[in-house]
Protein backbone atom coordinates (compact mmCIF):
# COMPACT_ATOMS: atom_id res chain seq x y z
CA UNK A 1 0.00 0.00 0.00
CA UNK A 2 1.64 2.99 -1.08
CA UNK A 3 2.21 6.34 1.40
CA UNK A 4 -0.03 8.23 -0.10
CA UNK A 5 -3.28 6.12 -0.20
CA UNK A 6 -2.30 5.02 3.83
CA UNK A 7 -2.21 8.70 4.28
CA UNK A 8 -5.62 9.21 2.19
CA UNK A 9 -7.41 6.20 4.28
CA UNK A 10 -6.28 7.52 7.66
CA UNK A 11 -7.58 10.83 6.70
CA UNK A 12 -11.09 9.45 5.94
CA UNK A 13 -10.61 7.99 9.37
CA UNK A 14 -10.50 11.26 10.98
CA UNK A 15 -12.90 12.74 9.24
CA UNK A 16 -15.56 9.77 10.04
CA UNK A 17 -14.34 10.56 13.58
CA UNK A 18 -14.97 14.56 13.62
CA UNK A 19 -18.56 13.93 11.84
CA UNK A 20 -19.49 11.67 15.17
CA UNK A 21 -18.44 14.01 17.12
CA UNK A 22 -20.37 17.09 14.93
CA UNK A 23 -23.60 14.50 15.09
CA UNK A 24 -23.45 13.78 18.97
CA UNK A 25 -22.63 17.84 19.82
CA UNK A 26 -25.82 18.60 17.65
CA UNK A 27 -27.86 16.47 19.41
CA UNK A 28 -26.90 17.68 22.63
CA UNK A 29 -27.11 21.22 21.68
CA UNK A 30 -30.26 20.52 20.70
CA UNK A 31 -31.32 18.82 24.13
CA UNK A 32 -30.00 21.54 26.23
CA UNK A 33 -32.66 23.55 23.96
CA UNK A 34 -35.33 21.51 24.85
CA UNK A 35 -34.70 21.00 28.81
CA UNK A 36 -33.91 25.20 28.91
CA UNK A 37 -37.27 25.45 27.44
CA UNK A 38 -38.76 23.89 30.75
CA UNK A 39 -38.16 27.04 32.76
CA UNK A 40 -37.82 29.80 29.84
CA UNK A 41 -39.83 30.97 26.50
CA UNK A 42 -37.34 29.41 23.76
CA UNK A 43 -37.23 33.46 22.28
CA UNK A 44 -35.43 34.37 25.91
CA UNK A 45 -33.11 31.12 25.09
CA UNK A 46 -32.12 32.18 22.07
CA UNK A 47 -31.04 35.84 23.26
CA UNK A 48 -28.60 34.30 25.25
CA UNK A 49 -27.23 32.09 23.26
CA UNK A 50 -26.74 34.52 21.00
CA UNK A 51 -24.83 36.80 23.26
CA UNK A 52 -22.42 33.88 24.60
CA UNK A 53 -21.83 33.25 20.57
CA UNK A 54 -20.76 37.34 21.09
CA UNK A 55 -18.32 36.32 23.44
CA UNK A 56 -17.10 32.98 21.96
CA UNK A 57 -16.72 35.19 18.55
CA UNK A 58 -14.54 38.17 20.61
CA UNK A 59 -11.37 37.09 19.00
CA UNK A 60 -12.66 37.80 15.87
CA UNK A 61 -13.56 41.23 16.36
CA UNK A 62 -10.42 42.30 18.08
CA UNK A 63 -7.89 40.30 15.15
CA UNK A 64 -6.56 43.00 13.09
CA UNK A 65 -8.09 41.29 9.67
CA UNK A 66 -11.38 42.13 11.07
CA UNK A 67 -13.85 44.09 8.32
CA UNK A 68 -15.56 46.82 10.62
CA UNK A 69 -16.70 48.83 7.60
CA UNK A 70 -18.16 46.68 5.07
CA UNK A 71 -19.49 49.55 3.10
CA UNK A 72 -22.62 48.24 0.68
CA UNK A 73 -22.01 45.20 1.93
CA UNK A 74 -23.52 45.88 5.34
CA UNK A 75 -26.86 45.40 3.85
CA UNK A 76 -26.74 41.96 3.52
CA UNK A 77 -24.49 41.32 6.12
CA UNK A 78 -28.18 43.31 7.84
CA UNK A 79 -30.42 40.65 5.61
CA UNK A 80 -28.44 37.62 6.62
CA UNK A 81 -28.43 39.01 10.45
CA UNK A 82 -32.26 38.89 10.02
CA UNK A 83 -32.60 35.84 8.69
CA UNK A 84 -30.48 33.89 10.92
CA UNK A 85 -32.59 35.56 14.21
CA UNK A 86 -35.59 34.31 12.69
CA UNK A 87 -34.11 31.07 11.72
CA UNK A 88 -33.43 30.61 14.78
CA UNK A 89 -36.54 31.05 16.91
CA UNK A 90 -38.53 29.12 14.47
CA UNK A 91 -35.95 26.48 15.12
CA UNK A 92 -35.93 26.57 19.29
CA UNK A 93 -39.45 26.82 19.18
CA UNK A 94 -39.85 23.44 16.80
CA UNK A 95 -37.47 21.59 18.89
CA UNK A 96 -39.72 22.05 22.32
CA UNK A 97 -42.81 21.06 20.78
CA UNK A 98 -40.92 18.36 18.27
CA UNK A 99 -39.05 14.88 18.43
CA UNK A 100 -35.29 15.28 18.36
CA UNK A 101 -35.35 12.99 15.44
CA UNK A 102 -37.62 14.86 13.02
CA UNK A 103 -35.84 18.14 14.22
CA UNK A 104 -33.13 17.00 12.92
CA UNK A 105 -34.15 14.88 10.30
CA UNK A 106 -35.73 17.37 8.57
CA UNK A 107 -32.96 20.01 9.17
CA UNK A 108 -31.52 17.78 6.73
CA UNK A 109 -33.16 20.00 3.81
CA UNK A 110 -31.42 22.47 4.01
CA UNK A 111 -28.69 22.00 1.95
CA UNK A 112 -31.02 20.83 -0.85
CA UNK A 113 -32.93 24.39 -0.37
CA UNK A 114 -29.16 26.17 -0.65
CA UNK A 115 -28.29 24.22 -3.88
CA UNK A 116 -31.81 25.70 -5.43
CA UNK A 117 -31.39 28.82 -4.70
CA UNK A 118 -27.49 29.34 -5.93
CA UNK A 119 -28.49 27.87 -9.01
CA UNK A 120 -32.13 30.52 -9.33
CA UNK A 121 -30.21 33.55 -7.87
CA UNK A 122 -26.41 32.86 -7.81
CA UNK A 123 -26.34 31.86 -11.12
CA UNK A 124 -24.30 28.52 -10.53
CA UNK A 125 -24.82 25.53 -13.16
CA UNK A 126 -28.67 24.38 -13.76
CA UNK A 127 -28.36 20.90 -14.33
CA UNK A 128 -30.39 17.39 -14.58
CA UNK A 129 -28.50 15.51 -11.97
CA UNK A 130 -29.05 18.45 -8.92
CA UNK A 131 -32.88 19.52 -10.03
CA UNK A 132 -33.27 14.97 -9.37
CA UNK A 133 -31.43 15.30 -6.43
CA UNK A 134 -33.34 18.24 -4.54
CA UNK A 135 -36.19 16.78 -6.06
CA UNK A 136 -35.59 13.01 -4.25
CA UNK A 137 -34.30 15.01 -1.06
CA UNK A 138 -37.87 16.83 -1.18
CA UNK A 139 -39.70 13.49 -1.63
CA UNK A 140 -37.97 12.52 1.45
CA UNK A 141 -39.17 15.40 3.53
CA UNK A 142 -42.65 14.08 2.41
CA UNK A 143 -42.33 10.60 3.69
CA UNK A 144 -41.25 11.90 6.97
CA UNK A 145 -44.03 14.48 6.83
CA UNK A 146 -46.58 12.70 5.35
CA UNK A 147 -49.05 15.67 4.54
CA UNK A 148 -52.48 14.25 3.55
CA UNK A 149 -51.90 11.11 6.02
CA UNK A 150 -51.12 12.86 9.39
CA UNK A 151 -51.44 16.08 10.45
CA UNK A 152 -48.39 18.32 9.84
CA UNK A 153 -47.65 19.40 13.76
CA UNK A 154 -46.92 23.42 14.10
CA UNK A 155 -43.56 22.14 15.24
CA UNK A 156 -42.83 20.77 12.14
CA UNK A 157 -43.94 23.97 9.95
CA UNK A 158 -41.76 25.71 12.08
CA UNK A 159 -38.54 23.40 11.54
CA UNK A 160 -39.91 23.79 7.34
CA UNK A 161 -39.35 27.27 8.08
CA UNK A 162 -36.19 27.16 10.15
CA UNK A 163 -34.33 25.37 6.75
CA UNK A 164 -36.19 27.95 4.19
CA UNK A 165 -34.35 30.96 6.15
CA UNK A 166 -31.16 29.48 7.18
CA UNK A 167 -30.78 28.24 2.85
CA UNK A 168 -31.07 32.11 2.39
CA UNK A 169 -28.64 32.84 5.12
CA UNK A 170 -26.29 30.41 3.65
CA UNK A 171 -27.22 32.02 0.27
CA UNK A 172 -26.24 35.62 1.72
CA UNK A 173 -22.85 34.20 3.47
CA UNK A 174 -21.71 32.51 -0.01
CA UNK A 175 -22.29 35.93 -1.79
CA UNK A 176 -20.53 37.55 0.79
CA UNK A 177 -17.32 35.43 1.41
CA UNK A 178 -16.31 36.30 -2.00
CA UNK A 179 -14.72 39.66 -1.12
CA UNK A 180 -14.77 38.99 2.77
CA UNK A 181 -13.13 36.23 5.08
CA UNK A 182 -15.20 33.45 6.22
CA UNK A 183 -14.67 34.61 9.95
CA UNK A 184 -15.54 38.41 9.44
CA UNK A 185 -19.01 37.26 7.66
CA UNK A 186 -19.59 34.84 10.63
CA UNK A 187 -18.72 37.48 13.29
CA UNK A 188 -21.07 39.93 11.52
CA UNK A 189 -23.93 37.64 11.53
CA UNK A 190 -23.66 37.19 15.24
CA UNK A 191 -23.26 40.33 15.92
CA UNK A 192 -26.61 42.20 13.99
CA UNK A 193 -28.52 38.92 15.16
CA UNK A 194 -27.85 39.10 18.62
CA UNK A 195 -29.76 42.84 19.40
CA UNK A 196 -32.39 41.21 17.20
CA UNK A 197 -33.41 38.75 19.14
CA UNK A 198 -33.53 40.61 22.24
CA UNK A 199 -36.47 42.42 20.99
CA UNK A 200 -39.27 38.94 20.95
CA UNK A 201 -37.46 38.16 24.39
CA UNK A 202 -38.41 40.96 26.30
CA UNK A 203 -41.77 39.58 25.85
CA UNK A 204 -41.18 36.94 27.75
CA UNK A 205 -38.76 37.79 29.78
CA UNK A 206 -37.54 35.55 32.48
CA UNK A 207 -33.92 34.86 34.35
CA UNK A 208 -32.34 32.02 34.01
CA UNK A 209 -31.33 30.49 37.17
CA UNK A 210 -28.16 28.31 37.44
CA UNK A 211 -29.45 25.27 35.91
CA UNK A 212 -30.35 27.38 32.75
CA UNK A 213 -27.35 29.43 32.54
CA UNK A 214 -25.68 25.88 32.26
CA UNK A 215 -27.90 24.51 29.82
CA UNK A 216 -27.75 27.71 27.52
CA UNK A 217 -24.23 27.16 27.39
CA UNK A 218 -23.93 23.61 26.86
CA UNK A 219 -26.07 24.81 23.17
CA UNK A 220 -23.56 27.62 22.78
CA UNK A 221 -20.43 25.17 23.58
CA UNK A 222 -22.09 22.41 21.69
CA UNK A 223 -22.75 24.34 18.88
CA UNK A 224 -19.63 25.79 17.51
CA UNK A 225 -18.37 22.29 18.35
CA UNK A 226 -20.37 20.80 16.15
CA UNK A 227 -19.92 23.41 13.57
CA UNK A 228 -15.67 23.05 14.18
CA UNK A 229 -15.97 19.71 13.81
CA UNK A 230 -18.34 19.03 10.30
CA UNK A 231 -15.75 22.05 8.81
CA UNK A 232 -12.83 20.03 10.10
CA UNK A 233 -14.10 16.70 8.78
CA UNK A 234 -14.89 18.05 5.61
CA UNK A 235 -11.31 19.51 5.24
CA UNK A 236 -9.82 15.71 5.76
CA UNK A 237 -12.03 13.20 4.33
CA UNK A 238 -13.16 12.78 0.78
CA UNK A 239 -17.16 14.69 0.47
CA UNK A 240 -18.42 11.39 -0.20
CA UNK A 241 -17.18 9.86 3.30
CA UNK A 242 -18.13 12.86 4.98
CA UNK A 243 -21.94 13.25 3.30
CA UNK A 244 -23.33 9.65 4.67
CA UNK A 245 -21.57 10.32 8.04
CA UNK A 246 -24.16 13.13 8.90
CA UNK A 247 -26.81 10.47 8.96
CA UNK A 248 -25.19 10.21 12.60
CA UNK A 249 -26.87 13.12 13.52
CA UNK A 250 -29.89 11.20 13.47
CA UNK A 251 -28.70 8.70 15.66
CA UNK A 252 -27.63 10.89 17.88
CA UNK A 253 -30.81 12.89 18.18
CA UNK A 254 -32.95 9.74 18.15
CA UNK A 255 -30.55 8.27 21.43
CA UNK A 256 -30.62 11.01 23.27
CA UNK A 257 -34.46 11.88 22.63
CA UNK A 258 -34.87 8.62 24.04
CA UNK A 259 -32.66 8.81 26.97
CA UNK A 260 -33.72 12.25 28.15
CA UNK A 261 -37.43 12.36 26.57
CA UNK A 262 -38.18 8.79 26.10
CA UNK A 263 -38.90 10.03 22.31
CA UNK A 264 -39.06 7.18 19.72
CA UNK A 265 -38.97 8.08 15.84
CA UNK A 266 -41.09 6.29 13.84
CA UNK A 267 -39.84 4.31 10.80
CA UNK A 268 -40.39 6.75 8.16
CA UNK A 269 -38.37 9.38 10.11
CA UNK A 270 -35.58 6.90 9.39
CA UNK A 271 -36.86 6.03 5.49
CA UNK A 272 -37.25 9.59 5.01
CA UNK A 273 -34.15 10.75 5.95
CA UNK A 274 -31.80 8.34 4.58
CA UNK A 275 -33.69 9.03 0.87
CA UNK A 276 -32.48 13.39 1.91
CA UNK A 277 -28.88 12.10 2.76
CA UNK A 278 -28.71 9.93 -0.72
CA UNK A 279 -30.07 13.28 -2.40
CA UNK A 280 -27.64 15.42 -0.29
CA UNK A 281 -24.56 13.44 -1.43
CA UNK A 282 -25.35 12.73 -4.89
CA UNK A 283 -25.47 17.01 -5.11
CA UNK A 284 -22.42 16.84 -2.98
CA UNK A 285 -20.88 14.86 -5.18
CA UNK A 286 -22.04 16.39 -8.40
CA UNK A 287 -20.56 19.69 -7.22
CA UNK A 288 -17.05 17.37 -6.39
CA UNK A 289 -16.95 16.49 -9.56
CA UNK A 290 -17.96 19.95 -11.00
CA UNK A 291 -15.06 21.56 -9.11
CA UNK A 292 -12.61 18.87 -9.64
CA UNK A 293 -12.78 19.25 -13.67
Known sequence: MSKNLQSQINSNIQGILWMILAGAAFGASNVAVKMAAIDMHPFVVVFFRSILGVVLLAHVFFNKDFIWNPGP?????????VLQTTALLCLYVGVTVTPLAT????????PLFSAGGAILFLGETSKFNRWAAIFIGLLGAVIIVRPGFITISFGVLLIIAYTLQQAASNLTAKKLIIDEPVSTVVAWMTLISAPLTLIPALLFWSWPDMWGWFLVSVNAVCSTVAHLATTQAYRLADITIADPMIYFRLIAGAIFGYIFFNEIPDGWVWAGSTVIIIAATILSRDKSLSVNR
Open 103 to 110: VIALAFIT
Open 73 to 81: RLKLHFLRG
